[in-house]
Each structure stands twice: as C-alpha cells, then as structure tokens.
C-alpha cells in the first residue's frame, strides 16, 4: 500500500527493523558494586564487631560510587541514581567508624545482638533439616 505509487525496495521494511536506531544501554558495574558495598558498610557499621568490614567495604563504595558517576554520564550507561546512594551510604558508615575511632560509642547495634540471633535461630528452627 505505497501512496505515492512508487514500489517498494527489495528490504524496505525489513531494512528498517534491522538497523534500529536503539542504543544497546547498560548498567554501570561500579555503580552498582558501589551502591550494593555502601549498603553493607551502613548496615554493618552499627556493630562493633563489623567495624573492620564496615570500613573495608565503605571505603570500596566510596571509590567505586565516583568510578560510577563518571561511566553513568555516558548516554548508554545506566545507574545514575546508584552511584550517589552508595556514596552517601558509604560516607555515613564511614562517619560512624571514624567516631568510633574517636571514642564515641557509635555501636547501637550491639543491643540488638541477642534480640537478632534469637530471631535467626528461630528462623533456623522452622526450616526442615536435611
């Protein structure tokens, strides 16, 4: 159904639907590397045991979240909003830790220990042994 009364190439249509102007777009490694490593500093820096992991895993994010907002600037690089979460989370946990280095008492998560590993081992107890 040409209008103009012209008749169609061999791959008119077909030609069109095989070179798509879509661009192929990603998501970016760091930013999500950084975003998923700043959630466990924040999560782990509550505890004084974790304190360690908290700082390893805070700094990672802290490097990977600028890693991630520059590659997200990219046209066809996805994750703009993962990079800078991972960054504010990894520079609360850090702030945590360095105050616990600075001797304020910053673990408030140490209350809470026994109240977890009783919720675990009840959640232990209703899974089926092998």
Not at 8 to 27: C, K, V
Not at 92 to 111: E, H, K, P, Q, S
């Amino acid at each position: 159904m040409a209008s103009s009364g012209a008749p169609l190439d061999d791959g008119g249509l077909d030609a069109l639907f095989e070179t798509s102007p879509d661009l192929e777009i990603h998501t970016s490694a760091a930013a999500e590397t950084a975003f998923l490593l700043g959630l466990v500093a924040l999560v782990s820096a509550p505890f004084s045991v974790m304190h360690s992991v908290s700082l390893l895993t805070g700094v990672a994010s802290f490097v990977l979240a600028f890693v991630g907002v520059a590659t997200t600037s990219r046209p066809n690089v996805a994750g703009g909003a993962l990079a800078p979460f991972g960054l504010l989370f990894a520079i609360i946990a850090l702030a945590m830790v360095g105050l616990r280095y600075l001797g304020m008492d910053t673990a408030v998560g140490d209350a809470l220990a026994p109240a977890i590993r009783s919720w675990l081992e009840q959640l232990n107890a209703s899974l089926p042994q092998p």
